[in-house]
T-cell receptor, first 111, second 114 residues
Framework: AQTVTQSQPEMSVQEAETVTLSCTYDTSESDYYLFWYKQPPSRQMILVIRQEAYKQQNATENRFSVNFQKAAKSFSLKISDSQLGDAAMYFCAASGSRLTFGEGTQLTVNP | DAGITQSPRHKVTETGTPVTLRCHQTENHRYMYWYRQDPGHGLRLIHYSYGVKDTDKGEVSDGYSVSRSKTEDFLLTLESATSSQTSVYFC?????????????FGPGTRLTVL
């Protein structure tokens, strides 16, 4: 079975600072993708960033980047220059035959 | 915007009543999914569809059925709602023709079973 674990139920960061959200996963799939989704209070699930497991280069999307350590099955999300609008629940997810989600990390951004 | 709508957006019902949630997409995507979201569990897959009349079970399918009679609509039915089915339900699509396995989500439906 595929599992995704987010060990930080809550995190906080000061505006303009950098924060890293952790995620580990376990899968028997040889070909898979990893994702971070953001869920603001509006409840909408928004794709933040994705990483192809066969690519060694870490994905980057503007202020969002990942640290993908395939051997360690680790996939952390770094948010640089945090903004108030980044406050949300963040979900890590892994795909293979199915998309499996972690339990989420609630991020608070303090002004 | 992945062109996904869900209806209703909110519903309160009583135990034992049937409930149907609708997911509608405008872009003819082949793959559609239903998830439920509960505190402490993230999103869990209920059922999915890989084409008209082609559906399969996810990890939490007990008490739910689905139907897909046309490409654009994927219906989730609770035949006899129970309080344990109080949740937020999300529909998702996965575009075909790309290899990223990326799913895009609808706005969600909050269902309360009293």
């Amino acid at each position: 079975a595929q599992t995704v674990t987010q060990s930080q139920p809550e995190m906080s960061v000061q505006e303009a600072e950098t924060v890293t959200l952790s995620c580990t996963y376990d899968t028997s799939e040889s070909d898979y993708y990893l994702f971070w989704y953001k869920q603001p209070p509006s409840r909408q699930m928004i794709l933040v960033i994705r990483q192809e497991a066969y690519k060694q280069q870490n994905a980057t999307e503007n202020r969002f980047s990942v640290n993908f350590q395939k051997a360690a099955k680790s996939f952390s999300l770094k948010i640089s220059d945090s903004q108030l609008g980044d406050a949300a629940m963040y979900f890590c997810a892994a795909s293979g035959s199915r998309l499996t989600f972690g339990e989420g990390t609630q991020l608070t951004v303090n002004p | 915007d992945a062109g996904i709508t869900q209806s209703p957006r909110h519903k309160v019902t009583e135990t034992g009543t049937p409930v149907t949630l609708r997911c509608h997409q405008t872009e003819n995507h082949r793959y559609m999914y239903w998830y439920r979201q509960d505190p402490g569990h993230g999103l869990r897959l209920i059922h999915y569809s890989y084409g008209v009349k082609d559906t399969d079970k996810g990890e939490v399918s007990d008490g739910y059925s689905v139907s897909r009679s046309k490409t654009e609509d994927f219906l989730l039915t609770l035949e006899s709602a129970t309080s344990s089915q109080t949740s937020v339900y999300f529909c998702a699509i996965r575009p075909t023709g790309v290899t990223t396995d990326t799913q895009y989500f609808g706005p969600g439906t909050r269902l309360t079973v009293l």
